[in-house]
Nanobody
Framework: QVQLTESGGGSVQTGGSLRLSCAAS??????????MGWFRQAPGNEHEFVAG????????HYADSVKGRFTISRDNYKNTMYLEMNSLKPEDTAIYHC?????????????????????RGQGTQVTVSS
């Protein structure tokens, strides 16, 4: 079973920055085979798509609410994905999760709806105060 561990969250003021990491457990899970996504869940809300990246890292996709402020990246040698978050706003406050899309998915056909994904990690809390 895939084991993903999110980290890097914290409390910042409006306009601040954070860098989240999503580390895959080593072993039989070939991290580099999977497109990956970041999602978030604010209190009382459903999960929301934030950003996605192709398995080679050559394609990215962002929610309109984070475009221009967040950058997704990955290092397949380190089995780790990142989310650089700048110009943070109070509405970015949420628990952030990472999750894989099906292996070798065709990029243009990936459904980034949160209902399609399974969130097994504990997530990492991001709190932005005004």
């Amino acid at each position: 079973q895939v084991q993903l561990t999110e980290s890097g969250g914290g409390s910042v003021q409006t306009g601040g920055s954070l860098r989240l990491s999503c580390a895959a457990s080593p072993g039989r899970y070939f991290f580099s085979n999977y497109p990956m996504g970041w999602f978030r869940q604010a209190p009382g809300n459903e999960h929301e798509f934030v950003a996605g990246i192709s398995w080679r890292g050559d394609f990215t996709h962002y929610a309109d609410s984070v475009k221009g402020r967040f950058t997704i990246s990955r290092d397949n040698y380190k089995n780790t994905m990142y989310l650089e978050m700048n110009s943070l706003k109070p509405e970015d406050t949420a628990i952030y999760h990472c999750a894989p899309a099906p292996a070798h998915s065709i990029w243009s056909q990936i459904d980034w709806s949160p209902a399609v994904f399974q969130f097994r990690g504990q997530g990492t809390q991001v709190t932005v105060s005004s």
